[in-house]
């Protein structure tokens, strides 16, 4: 028999909300809730009237773990957003990848300022062996680059000095240096002697410099600028 | 008392396998409903238990929530009955202990256990607002016995038998005070509301 029809559906209802419908009966009755639209309905029309709201002074703090344990059981994790579609991943990884492409624009323009800035202007060797360090001079010539295959390091009581010799000229001490690796400031008036037909010069010399302001020591590289 | 809106809305959330939302609703409703738990089972672990239990039915089953019900009273009474069949499995001697335990006014907990205040003034909350003022007026102008059946009844989940057992009396007075209590109090809401004769 439908539950809707019955005589004393409302007392039925009563005692569910109540909770006074026990075993079988409730069992029965929670059956003809899902089965039976009239059945919910009215249940919803009396619960409206009739439910009472709980006062938060009944209230308990449950013990600790109690959600964690649910998590475990329910196996909630598989209902959480993978991490790569979470909104916060999302927003992370869309600035990540936004500031990467910045980077990936302007570095390699960064790069290729510089490099084109430093034009290689020498090949420095020892006599009849492959070059071992380069020369790169910036546009406004006002820095060199020493380039070295290897590094080529001063013993402590030595310096290595670099000169330019125009042509025709005397040696013009460009700068005293530990290794022959970096960049350094073309002094200012011999800028204009870095030119096509000079010649660069490395000369080993005593720990600090030439004492006398001329190449004293064996040329161990040279290379003319061309 | 819970904001039912935020509650209805973290329901359905939960409906839809939003985890977080679940986990808000918890946090939210779990202290409330451990409480009602508690006042059915009147031990704590077994309390805990009914807990656990009504929130995975109520993660299980939210999809059959009415969005247009009273989300606190959908899991309010997975929680009463849960809680009344884990009293009947664990074959407790409850009378024993509820002689003692139980209130010999339940009159008076009826204000202690339910909120009546009528702080809400959005129109709808204004009309359940209005409807538990009706209630508490109704239930205050029942008989005595028939209050305290039904209160003791709702409070602590008594069967017809538990009751018959706390109030020393026949199985049918009980019954017959119980079917009475609903029947009149259902008529003084409808007179309140305007609505008598509408039912059958």
Redesign the interface.
């Known amino acids: 028999m439908k539950l809707a029809r019955h005589r004393q559906l409302?007392?039925l209802i009563?005692?569910y909300?109540?909770?006074?419908l026990?075993g079988a009966a409730?069992r029965r009755f929670e059956r003809a809730l899902?089965e039976e639209p009239t059945v919910?309905l009215r249940l919803?029309t009396?619960?409206?009237?009739?439910?009472?709201?709980?006062?938060?002074?009944?209230?308990?703090?449950?013990?600790a773990g109690?959600?964690q344990?649910?998590e475990r059981?329910?196996n909630?994790?598989q209902?959480?957003a993978p991490w790569y579609s979470r909104v916060s991943f999302l927003r992370g990884w869309a600035l990540g990848a936004t500031a990467a492409f910045v980077l990936g624009l302007t570095l390699p323009a960064l790069r290729t300022t510089t490099e084109t800035t430093l034009t290689p202007i020498a090949q420095l060797a020892l006599k009849g062996a492959p070059p071992s360090v380069t020369a790169a001079l910036s546009r406004d010539g006002s820095t060199l680059e020493l380039r070295a295959a290897r590094p080529i390091v001063a013993g402590p009581l030595q310096s290595y000095e670099l000169w330019v010799i125009p042509q025709g000229g005397a040696p013009l001490s460009l700068a005293v240096l530990g290794q022959l690796d970096g960049a350094l400031r073309v002094p200012e008036g011999h800028r204009g002697q870095l030119r096509k037909g000079a010649v660069l010069a490395i000369t080993v010399e005593p720990a600090g410099g030439s004492p006398t302001g001329g190449p004293t020591g064996p040329v161990i590289l040279s290379g003319a600028i061309s | 008392m819970l904001d039912e809106l935020e509650i209805r809305r973290l329901l359905l959330a939960t409906a839809a396998r939003d985890v977080d939302a679940f986990a808000r609703l918890y946090k939210r409703c779990a202290p409330l409903l451990l409480g009602v738990a508690q006042r059915i089972t009147r031990r704590r672990e077994l309390a805990e238990e009914v807990l656990h239990d009504s929130f995975t039915r109520i993660w299980r089953a939210a999809d059959s929530f009415d969005p247009f019900g009273a989300p606190v009273g959908w899991m309010t009474t997975i929680v009463r009955n849960r809680a009344i069949d884990v009293m009947e499995t664990h074959d407790i001697s409850r009378v024993d202990s509820y002689h003692a335990a139980l209130d010999d006014k339940p009159e008076a907990s009826l204000d202690q256990m339910f909120d009546w205040s009528q702080a809400d003034t959005a129109e709808e909350a204004l009309d359940a607002s209005r409807l538990r003022a009706f209630l508490r007026r109704c239930l205050g102008e029942l008989a005595a016995a028939e209050r305290q059946a039904l209160v003791l009844a709702y409070e602590h989940g008594l069967s017809h038998g538990d009751l018959a057992s706390h109030l020393s009396k026949p199985l049918g007075t009980v019954k017959t005070w119980v079917r009475r209590g609903m029947g009149n109090l259902r008529a003084c809401i409808d007179r309140c509301s305007g609505n008598e004769g509408a039912t059958r």
């Open positions: 409302d007392a009563g005692e909300m109540l909770g006074t026990r409730r899902r919910a919803r009396l619960q409206h009237e009739f439910a009472p709201y709980y006062s938060e002074r009944i209230a308990e703090t449950p013990a109690g959600w344990r649910l059981e329910l909630l994790s209902h959480r």
